[in-house]
């Protein structure tokens, strides 16, 4: 069976045209040409089946044959707050397997501990549609731009929040444990601290403001890994 090729194009429907890097990709790398099929993705939960109608140097043509609407693969919302780590590449490796795995929104924190507090979104931006296209995910995640924790944390959001951490004298529940207690369909957010946790007074502050005190198991892990296995806990309770 011919393999589909999947291409990010958030305006398929209005358009006859792919994005100048998916039809860098269609062209340079594929070498599709007029009359080849492809698969469009608008990000908002449909497929397009179309055909290549000109495929001259930087520009790809489409014409549209079916619109393909895509239910929600999981009920709710799953949304990651984390403090980036030093090291960006291994913030990028979770990304893209959070994407793969199934989130819906993606935040970046700057906390007391922080070692990173820059986050070029245009990069993650990029990693996050590959994923998309890789793992044929219908909805694109959302990616926000990195906030203080104290501004996020003020924020109002629908459903329940946690806050990941690792000091023992404030009581902590098991997140999996507590997510199996929701509703499949309600909002979860959970905040992953940076790689020195956060600091005592954030932890403090977040349970002031309605966040539940969890913890991840009985390992200590890494920022990037405590954030995946956060995902994948929300993925695993909604089922």
């Known amino acids: 069976m011919k393999e589909?090729?999947?291409?990010?194009?958030p305006d398929a429907a209005s358009g006859n045209e792919l994005?100048?890097?998916?039809?860098?990709?269609?062209?340079?790398?594929?070498?599709?040409?007029?009359?080849?099929?492809i698969m469009l993705m608008d990000g908002q939960g449909n497929y397009y089946r179309a055909?290549?109608?000109?495929?001259?140097?930087?520009?790809?043509?489409?014409?549209?044959?079916?619109?393909?609407?895509?239910?929600?693969?999981?009920?709710?919302?799953?949304?990651?707050?984390?403090?980036?780590t030093k090291l960006m590449d291994r913030m990028e490796w979770m990304i893209e397997k959070a994407v793969e795995i199934g989130v819906d929104e993606?935040?970046?924190l700057n906390c007391q501990f922080s070692e990173r507090r820059i986050v070029k979104i245009p990069?993650?931006?990029?990693?996050?549609?590959?994923?998309?296209?890789?793992?044929?995910?219908?909805?694109k995640p959302q990616l926000n731009d990195m906030v203080s924790f104290k501004d996020f944390i003020l924020q109002p959001r629908q459903g329940h929040k946690f806050i990941a951490h690792c000091y023992e004298e404030i009581p902590?529940?098991?997140?999996?444990?507590?997510?199996?207690?929701?509703?499949?369909?309600?909002?979860?957010?959970?905040?992953v601290g940076p790689e020195g946790?956060?600091?005592?007074?954030?932890?403090?502050?977040?349970?002031?403001?309605?966040?539940?005190?969890v913890h991840?198991?009985?390992?200590?892990?890494?920022?990037?890994?405590?954030?995946?296995?956060?995902?994948?806990?929300?993925?695993?309770s909604k089922t």
């Not at 996050?128 to 793992?135: E, I, L, P």
């Not at 902590?172 to 905040?191: G, H, I, M, N, Q």
């Not at 991840?216 to 695993?236: D, F, N, P």
């Open 106 to 108: 993606i935040s970046f």
């Open 19 to 37: 994005p100048s890097e998916e039809a860098m990709h269609a062209l340079r790398v594929l070498r599709l040409s007029t009359g080849d099929e």
């Open 172 to 191: 902590r529940t098991y997140l999996f444990d507590e997510l199996r207690k929701l509703s499949p369909s309600e909002p979860a957010t959970v905040l």
């Open 4 to 9: 589909v090729r999947f291409f990010y194009a």
């Open 197 to 213: 946790d956060f600091s005592l007074a954030e932890v403090q502050e977040a349970v002031r403001q309605g966040y539940q005190s």
């Open 123 to 139: 990069r993650a931006d990029k990693i996050v549609v590959s994923a998309v296209k890789q793992s044929h995910k219908a909805w």
């Open 51 to 84: 055909e290549v109608t000109l495929a001259h140097i930087k520009h790809c043509l489409y014409e549209i044959k079916e619109t393909i609407p895509q239910p929600r693969q999981w009920p709710g919302h799953i949304h990651l707050a984390i403090a980036p």
């Open 216 to 236: 991840l198991g009985e390992s200590r892990l890494r920022t990037e890994t405590a954030g995946l296995s956060a995902v994948m806990m929300m993925q695993l």
